[in-house]
């Protein structure tokens, strides 16, 4: 079956940096584009990243332009988020995403359990 799992999370102060990493398995990863979203506390899940299916497209939020990049490899299944400069708005519980079109035309859309991003004081 689909699995998103999500790793790399933690503690970290601000202005650092931290590596976030979800490993998918169960599908075809290359066919499929990938997301990092978020969710603070109180707030709604907001995308953080997104990179297409070849990696050759990425869109970001206004939020972390300059200071995160997505990436992914292919041959590994894997899609990363490099989060640098980070602030205390950033907290938030980060979400690997794995989203398309099937080739019988069905929508394809999983979430990793989430991995938590917290900002020490």
């Known amino acids: 079956q689909v699995q998103l799992v999500e790793s790399g999370g933690g503690l970290v102060q601000p202005g650092g940096s931290l590596r976030l990493s979800c490993a998918a398995s169960?599908?075809?990863?290359?066919?499929?584009?990938m997301s990092w979203y978020r969710q603070a506390p109180g707030k709604e899940r907001e995308l953080v990243a997104d990179?297409?299916?070849?990696?050759?497209?990425?869109k970001y939020a206004d939020s972390v332009k300059g200071r995160f990049t997505i990436s992914r490899d292919n041959a590994k299944a894997t899609v990363n988020l490099q989060m640098n400069s980070l602030k205390p708005e950033d907290t938030a519980v980060y979400y690997c995403?794995?989203?398309?079109?099937?080739?019988?035309?069905?929508?394809?859309?999983?979430w990793g359990q989430g991995t938590q991003v917290t900002m020490s004081s």
């Open positions: 995403n794995a989203h398309g079109t099937t080739p019988f035309g069905r929508r394809f859309d999983y």
């Open positions: 169960g599908f075809t990863f290359s066919r499929y584009a």
């Open positions: 990179i297409s299916e070849g990696g050759g497209s990425t």
